[in-house]
């Protein structure tokens, strides 16, 4: 059953430049679909105009009758004084009013009406989830780190993160059909990950997800539908099967592409000696090839665009001494709440610690005291004299938000404007777009221009705090490329696995006030999760990819082209090549018809692409026939 049909849906916020351009898929029920693209493909935007936020130019998005729908990004307003408890009781209200309703009915079960009722409403209670409903609420508020005092608190002073969060499982609490999901993992933390991802693969629900954690995307996925230049493919499988697929379909694009090239160029040289011969036929036949060279053009595979790998490296000197810094004694309390105390640490050259710990416990004010943002309460750090740090915050910002991308990196670098130019292109900041003020960039946008600028630095201690966190996958890739080349000291917080497994050599644990050091990889520190069942391998059954013996054989019977007195007279020869031809040339433009109807299905694309080019094959053995009896 389809629970959500997009069709043909077109959105424009700028005149002529569609940020959707006639998409189309189904999502089935009990499907996780992943919305993958870059930073400002349109992602966001297509969560909008399937919730009515947003109305499309053209097209529709249908959601199935009687479906309930939640998306994450949209966090209800609630009263002044409503509590968090108050706001996931509010998501039971559905089981609750049933319980109130069963309630009433309790002592009239004596009418036939009554029973009945009692009874319907028992049926829909169960079906709701209703019985346990505390543990239920326990469990979801557990796994999502939403302790005692938090549910305690009143919604409206919550942090931003931390809404999300209780919107999260207020969703989660609803028994919602479909879930829209726009970056659920950006607050939770690495338990609350692993619960949420249990618990998608587990319910009975749908899920349309956008996220850039790839380790989420691994375990929770069963189809990817990918945006890009406002157009869709559809991949079978998880984030892994994923990337497999697309590689494979970029790799037989460029065979395609190859062919298609050297197909043209053949028909060039056959079509120069028609023109050449001169005859009236001739010129015909010349002026079908050179329609085919177009054809050619325009319906070949389109290469994908390859972006550039990030080449900025961290430059670095040779330091004296292997001690980067010594931490002594550090604690740090707010209010009656130690985060820690008792903290003793110390970073040596060419280490790369991943800190880890759940939220709230003092990852961020940790790093924060490490790079002067902060102080301890008691005890000290100590830095080596060669130690020269950079640090990349959580939250970016600026100075001076009015100021533009361009002026900003000569201000804070002080170098020369054409190096500014090359670097923010560098940064995938070009054209007129490094002019814009910084207050219009978004939070990926405003991490790519700190990295811009930390990475033309000597530094040998680099402090970052969730360095993925606003970087789609492409940007995360970028910032690993530029790390693998820096062989100096790493010290950062992430719940961006992924990222932890490439890059940490040491893991600090910060848990009940307490750093626990472990010297190793991540994979030591913790065994990871198998691969979720049913996910599909790379590569399913039934691709094809032509090879010359899938090409059928046209060769002209040698013995018939040796004895040219047993041939038909020319004039017939040359008009039953003609009428050969010319179903040729017909079958071929209906092949072209169904590979652009086709354009988002590479499975069908692969089928048609083969028959194209045997039809090829054919349709230039006759070309040569014809050019052949023509001449003589």
């Known amino acids: 059953m389809i629970d959500l049909a997009v069709r043909g849906v077109t959105k424009a916020f700028e005149k002529d430049k569609n940020i959707l351009d006639g998409i189309s898929f189904d999502i089935n029920t009990g499907e996780r679909v992943g919305l993958l693209g870059r930073n400002g493909a349109g992602k966001t935007t297509l969560l909008r105009v399937i919730t009515g936020e947003y109305e499309c130019d053209s097209g529709d998005a249908m959601l199935a009758g009687g479906k309930r729908t939640g998306i994450l990004a949209q966090i209800p307003v609630y009263p002044a004084g409503f ?86 499982a207020r969703l989660l609490l609803e028994g919602v059909d479909l879930l829209l999901l726009d970056e659920p993992t950006n607050h939770l933390d690495m338990k609350s990950i692993a619960w949420l991802e249990d618990y998608l693969v587990t319910a009975k629900l749908t899920a349309l997800i956008i996220s850039h954690d790839r380790y989420f995307l691994d375990a929770v996925l069963t189809r990817v539908i990918e945006l890009e230049a406002g157009k869709v493919e559809l991949y079978s499988g998880n984030y892994t099967a994923y990337i497999a697929e697309k590689q494979r379909r970029e790799e037989l694009a460029a065979k395609q592409f190859a062919q298609a090239s050297k197909e043209a160029e053949r028909l060039r040289e056959t079509a120069l000696m028609f023109r050449q011969y001169g005859t009236e036929i001739a010129i015909k036949r010349a002026k079908n090839m050179e329609r085919r060279i177009e054809r050619l053009k325009t319906s070949a595979p389109p290469l994908a665009k390859k972006e550039g790998k990030l080449k900025a490296n961290f430059t670095a000197r040779e330091f004296r001494g292997d001690e980067l810094m010594i931490a002594s004694n550090l604690s740090r309390a707010y209010g009656e709440r130690t985060l820690f105390s008792g903290v003793n640490l110390e970073i040596r050259a060419g280490e790369r610690i991943a800190l880890l710990g759940d939220n709230g416990t003092g990852k961020s004010t940790l790093i924060n005291i490490l790079a002067d943002r902060d102080r301890p309460d008691t005890g000290t750090v100590r830095f080596s004299p060669s130690a020269k740090r950079a640090y990349l915050e959580q939250h970016v910002t600026f100075a001076n938000v009015n100021r533009s991308l361009y002026d900003t990196l000569i201000y804070e670098t002080n170098c020369p404007p054409q190096e500014a130019r090359n670097r923010l292109g560098l940064y995938h900041f070009r054209g007129e777009d490094v002019f814009k003020p910084i207050s219009v960039l978004s939070g990926g946008e405003l991490s790519r221009l700190r990295l811009c600028i930390l990475m033309r630095g000597d530094i040998n201690l680099l402090l970052l705090d969730e360095p993925t966190n606003h970087l789609d996958i492409l940007a995360r890739e ?13 010290l950062f917080v992430s719940h961006d696995r992924y990222f932890i497994e490439r890059f940490a050599t040491r893991i600090w644990t910060l848990e009940n006030g307490v750093i626990s050091d472990f010297h190793g990889t991540y994979k030591q520190y913790v065994a990871l999760p198998k691969p979720p069942a049913g996910t599909t391998a790379p590569g399913r059954p039934g691709n094809f990819v032509p090879t010359l013996k899938d090409v059928p054989n046209t060769e002209p019977d040698k013995k018939r082209k040796g004895n040219r007195s047993r041939q038909p007279d020319k004039s017939r020869q040359l008009a039953k090549l003609e009428s050969e031809i010319a179903k040729r040339e017909a079958e071929l433009k209906q092949i072209d018809s169904e590979i652009e109807e086709n354009s988002s299905n590479y499975e069908a694309l692969t089928e048609l692409y083969a028959k194209r080019e045997a039809m090829d094959f054919e349709l230039n053995k006759l070309y040569e026939d014809f050019a052949e009896i023509e001449i003589v």
């Open 83 to 168: 509590t968090v408890e108050a706001v996931l009781l509010k998501a039971q209200t559905r089981q609750l009013d049933l319980i109130k309703r069963l309630g009433e009915l309790a002592g009239k079960l004596d009418s036939p009406e009554a029973l009945r009722e009692y009874d319907e409403l028992n049926i829909k209670l169960e079906a709701a989830g209703g019985y346990g409903l505390d543990y239920v609420r326990d469990k979801t508020a557990n796994g999502l780190n939403i302790h005692a005092a938090m549910r305690a608190a009143l919604f409206a002073e919550l942090s931003g993160g931390e809404k999300t969060r209780v919107n999260l």
């Open 478 to 490: 970028w910032l690993e490329d530029a790390l693998d080349d820096y062989e100096e000291a790493i």
